[in-house]
């Protein structure tokens, strides 16, 4: 089921990112087809300038007089032009800044890149073949949108598209979160009644004449389940962080475990060795990292091997490391090992590291990664959390 949800994912995106393609391709062949239609009204509209103006009559100067040509060149459209003479004196403009008209240098290059935009259209006079003018011109401000407007567009669906794939992740994630959420305090309240009951038969077994060593391991195995049960009902809820001394919680974990593995796998701990360091966590959820890890080391050592939990520290930060000499990580997945619904193992949902970051980094600010692995050798997890000093 969740490879068919993966395609159809993947084939929904492919065809959103198709038709937006598609539309901003339309976009831009429709508006650069409206922007070369535009350009030949405006070359048109300058050519019907230069016409009006072999027409109508001129003073020796070259000064435009007919009020009508004048008008419409200068106030009657936004097409930027520049009219010379033969010596490129400047005799007319429109919408050219007078810093670049009084500027010689300045407004060579803007002629220049009229010259560009559009070839120069002479107006020749009547009264003598000597004189002319000339007309530069350039695209309109209606014409250089008309060509930067497709690309906007482009940028807009895009951004739409990638607000969507963001909205629509961000959706499906907490949609994910509830699910779980929900899995998790529904588990911790079905658990409830069980474990309450063998708390009854727990005690009636310590009535009974039988030995009590067995009844004890029973009820430490019992005490864990009520941990599971109360590490289920915090996923999701506010998680208060406490200073605890790691060595002791660490050690709580090790101790239970020690007696659970089988007679093959030695697991050291240096912890209760050392001057004991401090650290703000939650015990049960911390806990259960440490457990997850180790319940890893030991799959990973299928019956035999070692497993050592070692705590070390420095002036800001305490680390445990979890070491194995099992069959090791490839250096592709080491960080892969986190995410949800990887696994190596024929069984399990690959949920127990995913979780276990999610307890170190988001729960307690810390960092948990791989920092050793050989093929054949081992494997060797560390969790990174800020230290603190008793006051």
Not at 262 to 274: E, F, K, Q, S, W
């Amino acid at each position: 089921m969740k490879i068919h949800a993966h395609k159809f994912s993947f084939r929904n995106r492919v065809v959103v990112i198709i038709v937006g393609v598609a539309l901003g391709a339309v976009s831009l062949l429709y508006t650069n087809e409206m922007a070369r239609k535009l350009k030949g009204k405006e070359q048109h509209d300058v050519a019907l300038w230069a016409h009006a103006m072999e027409r109508v009559s001129r003073d020796m100067m070259g000064t435009i007089q007919d009020p009508l040509v004048a008008d419409i060149m200068s106030t009657g459209n936004n097409i930027p032009f520049i009219i010379t003479d033969e010596n490129l004196e400047v005799i007319n403009s429109h919408l050219i800044p007078d810093k670049i008209i009084d500027h010689p240098d300045r407004l060579r290059r803007q002629i220049d890149k009229f010259m560009s935009e559009n070839q120069p259209i002479p107006v020749r006079f009547r009264f003598s073949s000597e004189h002319y003018h000339l007309i530069f011109y350039g695209k309109s401000t209606l014409l250089k949108s008309l060509y930067y407007f497709p690309y906007i567009q482009i940028i807009v669906i895009a951004a739409f598209i990638t607000l969507g794939f963001i909205a629509f992740r961000s959706s499906k994630h907490d949609e994910q979160n509830r699910v779980w959420i929900g899995l998790a305090k529904e588990t911790a309240h079905q658990l409830g009644t069980p474990t309450s009951s063998l708390l009854g038969w727990i005690e009636y077994l310590r009535s009974q004449n039988i030995d009590q060593a067995a009844v004890e391991e029973m009820n430490k195995d019992l005490t864990h389940l009520m941990k599971i049960t109360d590490r289920f009902s915090k996923i999701g809820s506010e998680t208060p962080l406490t200073p605890a001394n790691i060595n002791e919680v660490v050690g709580e974990s090790v101790m239970y475990f020690r007696k659970r593995i089988p007679r093959n796998v030695t697991l050291d701990y240096n912890g209760l060795a050392i001057a004991p360091v401090q650290a703000n966590i939650n015990a049960a959820l911390f806990e259960w990292v440490v457990e997850n890890l180790m319940k890893n080391s030991l799959d990973a050592l299928q019956g035999h091997g070692t497993i050592d939990v070692r705590i070390s520290s420095d002036d800001k930060h305490v680390m445990i490391d979890v070491k194995d000499t099992g069959k090791g990580i490839p250096k592709s997945n080491w960080k892969r090992i986190f995410e949800p619904g990887f696994t190596t193992k024929t069984r399990g949902w690959g949920l127990g590291l995913s979780l276990s970051r999610r307890i170190v980094e988001e729960y307690h600010q810390g960092k948990i990664a791989v920092i050793d692995s050989e093929i054949g050798k081992g494997t060797t997890i560390r969790i990174t959390l800020k230290r603190t000093f008793a006051a």
